[in-house]
């Protein structure tokens, strides 16, 4: 495997987990192929990446067919005998872009921007075992399985084909200290009745937008915790945490430099510049970066007094009779009453707006099980949002269903995704 681009498409994670750890230094691109990635996009992403070499755990018809001779079939159960690794070059680690339709985009990171934020020098007074929602092939994920390795600490992995209960219910068995997730997979935990079945004594949510009722949620479902937030992307990286217990993020932020984080708000986006961005595009003619090296994260924040608050993403904006909605907006408002768990906001064609705001709200189960607790609550969310929104922002349909699709990555699945 020496110097070459290696496509790591495992379906265990534990087996990803190995492989990055035995290639890195050696081989001269690491490509990781999240479980979710849609099997038409493999031959784009092999090329894009002059992947000439695989590794793979299992039968997979779309890896039979991508034509690449250097296969290597591993397995986390296999015992391996010790080599001499003798690292010979910077390993390239290409992480694949969250978006839900079309080519994901390749992004370019190295070992040392993927771990810039992890401090090594910490100690912990009591041992550490971490976990996550997230693939360890996605950017989330990677942070806390690079985290893990430096620290010398113990993780638990999730699986995809694993509920959400049985997940939780599994964690708590194996004593888990640490977990995150985004907001969508941390309201579908609280919903579940394994919920009081894990303990741990940090908590912290990323993703999406995270507002104020999920973290008093979390507060409330795990008081023993430290419960935080925290701004990332693939492309920018980590850039801060949030541990006041309050939803959005202080100006002083933006003054505190002593990890290297720059930030700056640019015609109502965040840009972000550190030595945890990503390098480049592969193959892709748009620039990462602007001629300053900020990272423009298309995530649009807006002052109320000395407070920031993230309203929604520049091209997940909605168009209502010619005025712009952002959805999570909309939903911030709406997740506020005490019986919603969660809420999805997206539009409806009209003969003369073009289109209107609907909501489809998930209620707790006292008031999904009662019908006219159910008509009082869908009353009081009107009134909630004529009393908050602006007039073309407030739904003319509020919808309950059972629940709401969730993609692969753990985030909210937006028509506008």
Known sequence: MRGRSVLVATADQLTAALALIELDGIARRLVLCPSDLHPQHLSFVIEMAEVDAIVFDAENQSLDACGIRCRVECSARITTVPVDRKPSQQTEWILLTSGTTGRPKLVMHNLASLTGAIDQAKTQPEPVIWSTFYDIRRYGGLQIFLRTVFTASSMVFSNYQESTGDFIERAGEQGVTHILGTPSHWRRAIMSPAAPRMAPRYVRLSGEIVDQPILNQLNSA??????????????????????????????????????????????????????????????NETSLKDVEGFVDTRDMVELREDRYYFVGRKDGVINVGGFKVYPEEVEDVINRHPHVRMSLVHTRKNPVTGAVVVADVVLDQASETSGKQAEQVKKELLQLCQNTLSRHKIPAAINFVSALSVSATGKMARQNA
Request: proline share 3%; hydrophobic share 40%.
């Open 222 to 283: 795990y008081p023993q915790a430290r419960v935080a937030h925290a701004f990332a992307s693939t492309e920018a990286g980590v850039a801060f945490e949030v541990t006041d217990g309050l939803a959005g993020f202080p100006g002083a932020v933006f003054h505190k430099n002593d990890n290297g984080v720059e930030m700056k708000i640019d015609e109502g986006s965040l840009r972000i510049r550190s030595g945890r961005v990503a390098s480049r595009y592969l193959g």
